[in-house]
């Protein structure tokens, strides 16, 4: 009973006691700048949540990134040439020559690199003095070595390609040497090998050809992007070699390049042969003569091969001695110098029928150049002046 009339009482002050509206929001919660800085606040911590997000998204991928990087291989860049050609000469013979090679280089990490190559011949010659047409079909180990940079100072060693000067005495691969290149100045640089001169095939006839001592230095100052001059010393066992060359543009597109290297062996021995009778390949073809040797080449030529529709035609002239080489392998121009010596001069003209493809015709009037004293190895007998003029048409590609 006393909790009924408790609560009638409570009821009753309800119905009796004046009612009031509920309080108004503050003022301050109903300013519209207040509303606008408390949104953007919201806006702010929105961005900076998806930022850290990001940044851990980021982070993770570099990290995955960096493992594969560590798993990753070497990558293998492949490059490669290749030269078909026709020539004819005055004696009615003709050769057909194919070549490829083939080159694969990788850098090994950042200190080293290591290259291989190889080189597939074929040559078929047919009438003038031969008796029959003959073939060969040869294999030959033009690159396999490993380089590194110090500085300046790039040095490899195995066997690899050597160009000295305008390639006159010296421009070959599969030459077996440490070399270096030192880079002076911007414009001066040396370069210096030394090691052995084989050229042996991989899939040699029965001949043993003999490895020699090769040894060089050269001094290079380059005055302008199309103008240098430079200078070497060289041995070649047992010839001993001193060069000059030089390159400059004449006037327009007219350009000039020579070379002179002098041979100071005077000794000039047989080829040898070993117990069973095989000649060493070791000696020199003509003998005789104690002069020295020498050689050179002029050039001038219109314009560069460089890219698809360049048309440049060029004039060559070659000076060279009996006996400047003992084996005429190692020279750049060994298509048609020879130990029997060469003087006269060719037109050449080159067309750029793509970036990477040239079509050359050569065209020579030239003869042997022989030493009166000298005297053809196994027959004794003096070798006679004879005219050697020759066309030579050759299609070559770089890749």
Avoid: C
């Avoid at 509303?35 to 806006?43: I, R």
């Avoid at 390609?161 to 070399?179: H, P, R």
């Avoid at 219109?302 to 440049?312: C, L, M, N, R, W």
């Amino acid at each position: 009973m006393k909790k009924f009339a408790t609560t009638s009482a409570a009821l009753a002050a309800a119905l009796l006691l004046p009612t009031f509206p509920a309080a108004p929001a503050s003022a301050a919660a109903q300013d519209p700048d207040v509303q606008d800085v408390t949104q953007m606040k919201a806006e702010i911590q929105q961005l900076t949540d998806r930022l850290n997000a990001l940044e851990a998204q980021l982070e993770k991928a570099g990290k995955d990134a960096g493992k594969a990087d560590k798993k990753k291989a070497p990558e293998l860049k492949w490059s490669g040439s290749t030269k078909i050609g026709y020539m004819y000469d005055q004696n009615k013979t003709s050769k057909s020559k194919g070549e490829i090679r083939l080159k694969a280089k990788t850098k090994v990490d950042d200190r080293y690199d290591v290259a291989f190559g190889l080189k597939f011949k074929a040559t078929q010659s047919e009438g003038g003095d031969e008796a029959y047409p003959s073939e060969k079909n040869r294999v030959k180990l033009d690159e396999a070595s490993v380089g590194r940079q110090f500085g300046p100072v790039y040095l490899k060693g195995g066997v690899q390609s050597a160009t000295i000067g305008e390639g006159l005495w010296l421009g070959k691969s599969s030459i077996n040497m440490v070399s270096a290149k030192y880079d002076v100045t911007p414009r001066d640089a040396l370069y210096l090998g030394y090691g052995r001169d084989s050229q042996a095939y991989l899939a040699e006839e029965t001949s043993k050809p003999r490895a020699r001592t090769l040894a060089f230095l050269q001094y290079q100052h380059t005055f302008a992007e199309d103008a240098l001059l430079g200078i070497y010393g060289g041995k070649q066992q047992p010839e001993s070699y001193l060069g000059i060359y030089a390159e400059t543009p004449v006037v327009g597109k007219l350009h000039f390049r020579g070379e002179f290297v002098h041979n100071t062996n005077t000794d000039h021995a047989f080829n040898e042969t070993d117990s069973d009778g095989n000649s060493i390949k070791y000696g020199y073809k003509y003998y005789g003569s104690k002069s020295h040797a020498d050689g050179y080449l002029l050039s001038l030529a219109y314009g560069k091969a460089e890219k698809k529709g360049d048309f440049v035609p060029s004039v060559n002239y070659f000076n060279v001695d009996q006996n400047l080489f003992m084996n005429s392998n190692y020279t750049s121009y060994d298509d048609y110098i020879g130990e029997e010596g060469f003087k006269g001069f060719g037109v050449v003209l080159d067309y750029m029928t793509s970036d990477h493809s040239k079509l050359s015709l050569e065209r020579y009037w030239a003869h042997t150049k022989p030493d009166d004293a000298n005297r053809k190895n196994g027959t004794g007998k003096s070798l006679e002046k004879a005219p050697y003029d020759f066309l030579y048409l050759k299609f070559t590609t770089k890749f």
